[in-house]
């Protein structure tokens, strides 16, 4: 199969959940379900970490995060211990596919694919992703396009704000209606703007399934039979399968319509509080004990007798404290290599809350990347599989915790994916195997009779 097609609409569930999307609310969703019918499907994997930033730049780009030198929102800078800094559309280096195609003269339309703040120009229009402060910003390329997206959507509406609280309601409904607002949105450019390629990413779907998961789920150590709420996740779904259904509508039958995610969801057993493991194996040192749980800081660290720290989220970071590379490094550069080998085995080891073993993955940066631009972690954690997530916070007086520090939270993210894809060419209900995020640049170009560039990893899927 080649590419045959005269456009190519890439639609972005953030956090769209094959388990969910091809079983359990399989019967709910009629056109997702259509689409399968029709074309190919299959879970897509991401890449590590599995999280919003970098994985959306990893699939149009077809690179991975080391060689984006983007491992997470936020990045070390250097080596100092100056914190972290957040990611944004300047940290991207390397073309993405709506850059190649508007060098070559093709019209794109771009809608809230992170990281896409501040966005560049492009042969066509681009519209901020939920990185963007505000819509008072130049959210927009090109500028004036801004007040045409009020005059359509009303106020633009970028995320839901404070995702993370017991105000179920609220949540909710600015989820609901931001999706509304963002395919009505994107219906309009279709209609008003030529174009070859199209992409938009919904993060509506991350915020639900992060607030909502433990409604639902029998198997969330915090599921709550009958909550009012239980079909809060089902009825996103539904809702944005009627989205989907009233675009491919408008549709003719010479474009390729791609439906994928960036990572996919389960429960959050718990969380693993990195730096107080730290502290107590004798790894990480504080100027005085915190009189409870406190954020991390850098500023409350003891450098000096400090050997190695960590940064929390859905995933966990570790760094190793090394002579001659952070200001006050212990680490001897000859014993590092044995240190981190030493620990990423104990890291392994740590067991759950009970003493059975958690199954965490630890992964060594150039193991899992062709290359290790700007400051990679010295090692990345997946602790229980990403079944728990990793806490930054001191002064618990635990290692594990079933509160989350950034508020409350059911759910964590998972490796797979969701990939749908029908088109011109495609025969249809066939499911595919071992797909790969990197994958969907590379599936993008062939699909329109272009050549892939040689410096993608991917491969197109056919």
Known sequence: MTGNSSKVLVLGLDCATPQLVFDRFAGELENLGQLR??????????????????????????????????????NRKDYSYEGLAFANAAAVREPAVWDILSGLG???????????????????????????????????YPAELKSEIASVVGEYMIDVPE???EDKERILKQAQEMAARRFRLLRHLLKTRPWDFAMMVEIGLDRVHHGFWQHFDETHPKYEPGSPYRDAVL????????????????????????????HGAKAMLGGVCINEWLIQEGYLRLKSPPDGPTRFAFEAV??????????????????????????????????????????STRLAAIP?????????????????????RNVPPDLIVYFGDLD??????????????????????????AQHGIFVMRGPGIQGGRRLDGLQI????????????LPVPTEMIGRPIR
Request: aromatic residues 10%; hydrophobic residues 35%; negative net charge.
């Open 438 to 449: 990197v994958d969907c640049g590379p599936t993008v170009m062939e699909r329109l009779g």
């Open 302 to 343: 003891d450098w000096a007798r400090t050997k190695a720290w960590g940064e929390g989220g859905y995933y966990g970071r570790v760094f190793i404290n090394v002579q001659g590379r952070e200001p006050q490094g212990t680490v001897p550069p000859d014993e590092y290599e044995a240190f981190r080998d030493k620990l």
């Open 352 to 372: 759950d809350h009970e003493g059975r073993p958690l199954v965490t993955r630890v992964f060594k940066p150039e193991q899992i990347y062709k290359e290790c």
């Open 106 to 140: 093709k019209h794109v339309i771009v809608i809230s694919v992170p990281p896409s703040y501040p966005p560049a120009p492009v042969n066509g229009c681009r519209v901020g992703c939920f990185l963007t402060p505000n819509t008072d910003s130049d959210y927009t």
């Open 235 to 262: 009825d996103y779904y539904r809702l944005l399968d009627r989205e989907i259904g009233a675009l491919l509508a408008e549709l003719d039958g010479d474009t390729t319509v791609i439906v994928m995610s960036d």
């Open 37 to 74: 019918r029709e074309g190919v499907w299959g879970e897509l994997t991401s890449v590590i970490p599995a999280i919003t930033v970098p994985a959306w730049a990893c699939s149009m780009t077809s690179r991975d995060p080391g060689q984006l030198g983007i491992y997470g929102f936020r």
């Open 163 to 165: 995702f993370r609280s």
């Open 388 to 413: 728990w997530r990793a806490v930054a916070q001191v002064g618990t007086g635990s290692v594990y915790t079933f509160e989350n520090d950034t508020g409350p939270d059911g759910a964590n993210h």
